[in-house]
Structures are given as structure tokens and as C-alpha cells.
């Protein structure tokens, strides 16, 4: 024991506690010890069951897993769906509402369905609408939802011969729909404050806090990926408010769609071996599953 501890392993919190692992001895465990195994056949039937419930969109999914880890682990899961940089144009569907209200569905290759409605100033028509759905499909199918941009819109003005306060607020509102901000879906934050690390006021105020910012969640989920699963302990993380915590992320899949990422956050005396190994047989039946 004093030779782990000299050699970084083994740490006293304070003067008069017992040892315990390190950050230097939670990354060698992870890393040459732990097994991805760890899981149980009542487990494996739950994931199952759970993972072949019918859903119709990616975002269902997402939940529907995030949930499930949870449920599994008792830890905190967090998810976000997959950047507007990864995903092409499946398909454009307008339906008109009314004379000046037409509605956009975009599908994305991903399986992300964005809805909007856009207002314009003049009156179109069915027909019109029937050009439109053409015209978007047979130039943005298949093609990143960058591609939305100005370029475009003088293509479509001079090809389909009409005003800009037709073809300019619908690129204006499609864009705007696309470019929101993604959203995160948090499962099990109330089963952190059953883990004794979470008796000190300062871990459980940090930890409100970071659930409490989007823009930090989002950042957390998005570090790095040199593996299919990703481990940061303490320091190893960049944020300075989540250094008294392990993040464990992957980013899941179904098929070669991209879904986002999906990540634990727990204490750094996390239930490694357990979390892993959950987090990969999710992934394996996540690649098997057809949407």
C-alpha cells in the first residue's frame, strides 16, 4: 500500500482517512484492469426490451437510451443529438396553411425532423408550393444543411421567376430552425445526491450548476473521441467546474446514422467496470436496431 501510494496511486484525502485510488490509480484501472463485462443477464434482457420499443424519431431514441442507462448505472446520463455539421437533406416537404402561411418539414439522413412555419407578406399559391417542393428537393437532396445559404437563394429566384418575399423568408426561417440549439436530454440528476461524495456542499452546488448550463453540458459531451468510449477523470477534463468529476461519453449510432453523443457524469469513484460495460452493449444493439 505505501509503495501505491508513492507511486501516485493510492491518495489520503486527508491527514487521518484511509487510502484511496487517485486520479493517476482511476485511469490505470481504467486503462490495464477494468472489465467490459460487467453486466448481467437480467440487464441485458432489460436493455433489450427496453431498446426494441417502437419509436419514430431520432429524438424518441436518444431519450429512450438515455433513460435506460440511468436506469441502469444510477448515475446522471446526459445526451445531445447529432451537429446540423454531420447531417444531409433527406427531404423538404411545404404544405400550405393559408394564403400567406406555409409550413416546412426537413428530414435529415440522421433521421431528425425539423418542423416551421413561415409568414409571408404576399399571397402564394398551391401551385407555387408544388414548384417549391420541387425546386428545394432537386437542389438541396442529399446535401449538408450548410448548403442553405445565399447562393442558393439566387438560384432559386432565378429559376423559379419568383419575388424575394417569397424565396428569401423561407431559406431565412429554414435556416433559423436548423441552427437552434440542440437539445439536451438529462436523465437521473436526483440519484447523484444519493452518493456520499455529494454530503459536500461545494461538490453539490458545482454539480447544480453544471447541469443547470447548456452551453457546458453541450461542451462536455463534445470533447475529444479517440475511442468509441471516452473516459476523463478529474483534471483530464478541460472545464474547471468539472474537475471534481468523471465524464464518460460515446457517440451512438444506428447503422452509419449519427445520433449525438450520450454521457455519464458521476463521481470520480464511479462504477467504471458497470458504466462501460452497459454503455457497449447499448452501442452494439443501438448499430443493430432499424429506423
Do not use: C, W
Not at 432489460?46 to 441502469?72: C, H
Not at 461538490?203 to 470533447?223: G, P, Q, R, S, Y
Amino acid at each position: 500500500m505505501a509503495d501505491l501510494e508513492k507511486a501516485g496511486y493510492l491518495e489520503k484525502t486527508h491527514t487521518s482517512s484511509g487510502r484511496v485510488p487517485s486520479e493517476k490509480g482511476y485511469r490505470y484501472y481504467v486503462d490495464e484492469l477494468l472489465r467490459d463485462d460487467n453486466i448481467s443477464l437480467e440487464e441485458i434482457k432489460y436493455i433489450s426490451e427496453k431498446l426494441e420499443t417502437k419509436v419514430n424519431e431520432i429524438e424518441e431514441l436518444t431519450k429512450l437510451t438515455t433513460t435506460t442507462i440511468s436506469e441502469i448505472t444510477h448515475y446522471t446520463t446526459v445526451a445531445i443529438g447529432p451537429g446540423t455539421d454531420t447531417q444531409r437533406i433527406e427531404e423538404i416537404k411545404f404544405v400550405l396553411l393559408g394564403s400567406r402561411m406555409l409550413m416546412a418539414i426537413i428530414l435529415t439522413n440522421t433521421g431528425l425532423v425539423k418542423e416551421t412555419i413561415i409568414k409571408f407578406d404576399e399571397d402564394i399559391t398551391e401551385k407555387q408550393v408544388e414548384t417549391i417542393n420541387y425546386m428545394f428537393n432537386k437542389k438541396l437532396k442529399n446535401q449538408p444543411l450548410e448548403i442553405i445559404d445565399v447562393p442558393l437563394q439566387d438560384y432559386l429566384i432565378n429559376e423559379m421567376k419568383y419575388s424575394v418575399k417569397v424565396i428569401k423568408p423561407i431559406i431565412e426561417q429554414i435556416k433559423k430552425v436548423l441552427q437552434e440549439e440542440r437539445t439536451i436530454y438529462l436523465e437521473g440528476a436526483n440519484r447523484a445526491f444519493d452518493l456520499p461524495e455529494f454530503n459536500s456542499l461545494t461538490v453539490a452546488k458545482n454539480f447544480i450548476n453544471i447541469i443547470d448550463e447548456k452551453e457546458l453540458m453541450a461542451d462536455m459531451l463534445n470533447t475529444g473521441f479517440a475511442k468509441d468510449i471516452n473516459v476523463y477523470i478529474g483534471d483530464e477534463n478541460e472545464k474547471e467546474q468539472l474537475k471534481d468529476f468523471s465524464i464518460i461519453t460515446f457517440k451512438h449510432k444506428v447503422g452509419n446514422k449519427d445520433l449525438g453523443t450520450i454521457g455519464i457524469i458521476g463521481p470520480k469513484r464511479m462504477d467504471y467496470s458497470k458504466v462501460i460495460s452497459v454503455m457497449k452493449y447499448i452501442s452494439k444493439k443501438l448499430n443493430e436496431k432499424d429506423m
